[in-house]
């Protein structure tokens, strides 16, 4: 029962059918994974993509959380004898995990605080007398004469009254309305609150040195800035609020008779109750709250970027140079064939200390024309525009001298170190120093971002906001289904990819990838995708999730080289049967095409070959271009083969540049100069622009303006707006 009526929550919070929901969660349940569900059951969730199939997930789950604790709670209750109809109500109807713990919090076992010292020392009656406010005539000091008790360290009045201010101070606190009140409170009219531990010392926190902005408006970027400000000891944060602009809401809430000779006392009580015990606590979990927020935004944005980052489209067809630049140490080259093996690799040293421009040259001019390279990519760290420099100026001399043509491009090298270390790098290249491989991946990153990619951890690839500040679970998570939804949405060749691109893929582990690779390294390549239940640890179960992800170009079937599902492969033979279409990629083109000629009714020829129309409308188009590629429509990377020096740019400057980054407060453009120049949220169009993921996605081709130049700080402003 309960089950339904989360589904009936789900589907309100999400604006879905119920139907849709119920089917996704037992989906889920059965072991299937997001990618198979909205690839090939859209039937059942009624063509929901992945991002409302992980919205159903991540619901049903705090639902079902928050059901097992809602138990839990009340079996403990229940068990001290504290569980009335009414309390049990209450508990029924929250939906919300903290409004669950607030009316717990009266019955969780304690620490020793100064209420329950108080009770030890028996003077719970006089609070409760006190509390309940029905003595009108004498005074406080009269009733608690009966509790004065030496003996219990209670050797006055005041001492009595003091401790039954503790018992009332803490009642009040863990009133489950009062925290809920108190916390819409700060919510609304609190104040984040930054000053400096020594403003006399300079950091990259100064703009929050003295610094106010309410709850309700702070943005996720400045709550993380100052977060980090607060943990490296620059900043002390806090949440400000008016306490009289809550505090008559308590008081109102106690005092029921304000003719008692307890309200001073109550007053009291409730006075300290608030300022020692509820707004710390209120204080803590907004906190809390806000960095959750912040954090959840960090990483949908750093999500956002991985995916554009993964998705960018390959370069076919190429020989490529990747260089590593650096300057001590010297740059590293490498060059690999369109294939994506290495040929040859140097180490070049134009930079200082060395400074032998003519030398690096010539090693270059060596390697291009040996391997016939088409393309440079230089990694964008240190050193990046100096050794752009060398490579377009190299470029301008083989072009004058007659030779063939070159281009370069900078590449985003972040995590080539981390791979160059790793496990994996040393497995490709065991005879390699870790210095040399490197500028490999930089070289490989530009024939395939998507393979090479995938074989760093995602936390490593540069493109977020605060990624090292944030919930490194939760970032871990949400990148790790970035890349798995990249790789499942583009495909990958079965009889060509790396176990660290296989693992990603529906249905497969990090285990049964590896059997993948060693399966084709001793029997070949697989001729059809039925093969792949010969790996061991593939079983029905896992090829039906992994098959229709996993291509082979060029094996027995050519559907084997589509999204279509092996499922649906008597479907689609009988669909081209009775079109009298060959079982080939050429003659599958017109297929579509001839059905909107003869204004074929889809949902009837769906029902004749036993199908869904989705489904039906998916083997459509994987017929019409068989082993299409998505990354292919993304768009294409800057070709350069001459270098722009920041003391060369001019405001007014209209230029091509690639977006590297997105964050909130605008996006950084690389247009070929030694600092990427930033694009301000304001300058990204003539309209507002609330979110510049709206806008532009990490891997564009845009065209900018200059509008500022800073030549002391190396800093371009740039704008959209041309």
Known sequence: MKEAAFYQQIAQELNLRAIQVSNTVELLDSGNTVPFIARYRKEMTGKLDEEQIRAIEERIKYLRALEERRQTILKSIEEQGKLTPELRQKIEATTKMQELEDLYLPYRPKKRTRATIAKEKGLEPLALKLFAQQETQGTVEELAAPFVNPEKEVPDVEAALQGARDIIAEMVSEDADVRKTVREFVRQHGVVRSVARDDSVRSDYEMYYDYREPVKRIVPHRILAINRGEREKFLKVSIEVDPEGILPHIESRFITNPDAIARDQLLMAIHDAFKRLIFPSIEREIRNELTEKADEHAIQVFAKNLKNLLLQPPVRGKIIMGIDPGYRTGCKVAVIDETGKYLE??????????????????????????????????????????????????????????????????????????????????????????????????????????????????????????????????????????????????????????????????????????????????????????????????????????????????????????????????????????????????????????????????????????????????????????????????????????????????????LQGTVRNVVDFGAFVDIGVKRDGLVHISEMADRFVKNPHDVVAVGDTVTVKVIGIDLERGRVQLSMKV
């Open 345 to 654: 690799g140097d180490t070049i040293y134009p930079h200082p200390p060395q400074n032998d421009v003519f030398g690096a040259k010539t090693i270059l001019r060596r390697l291009i024309d040996k391997y016939n390279v088409d393309l440079i990519g230089i990694g964008n760290g240190t050193a990046s525009r100096e050794t752009e420099m060398l490579v377009a100026d190299l470029i301008k001399e083989i072009k004058a001298s007659g030779g063939r043509e070159v281009y370069y491009t900078i590449v985003n090298e972040a995590g080539a170190s981390v791979y160059s270390a790793s496990k994996v790098a040393k497995e490709e290249f065991p005879d390699l120093e870790a210095s040399m491989r490197g500028n490999i991946s930089i070289a490989r990153r530009l024939l395939d971002p998507l393979a090479e990619l995938v074989k760093i951890d995602p936390k490593h690839i540069g493109v977020g906001l605060y990624q090292h500040d944030v919930n490194q679970k939760r970032l871990g998570e949400a990148l790790q289904a970035v890349v798995e939804s990249a790789v499942n949405m583009v495909g990958v060749d079965v009889n060509t990819a790396s176990a660290s691109l296989l693992k990603y893929i529906s249905g497969l582990t990090a285990r049964t990838a590896e059997n993948i690779v060693k399966y084709r390294e001793a029997h070949g390549k697989f001729r059809t995708r039925e093969a792949l239940k010969e790996v061991p640890g593939i079983g029905d179960i896992a090829f039906q999730q992994a098959a229709g992800f996993l291509r082979i170009p060029d094996g027995d079937n050519p559907l084997d080289n589509t999204s279509i599902h092996p499922e649906s492969y008597p479907a689609t033979q009988k669909l081209l049967q009775k079109f009298s279409i060959e079982n080939y990629p050429e003659e599958w083109r017109q297929l579509k095409y001839r059905l909107k000629q003869q204004q074929v009714d889809l949902t009837k020829l769906a029902e004749e070959l036993g199908i869904g129309v989705p489904t039906l409308e998916d083997i459509l188009s994987n017929l019409e271009k068989p082993g299409r590629d998505p990354r292919e429509e993304m768009p294409g990377i800057i070709f350069r083969s001459d270098v722009l020096k920041l003391e060369d740019l001019r405001e007014g400057m209209i």
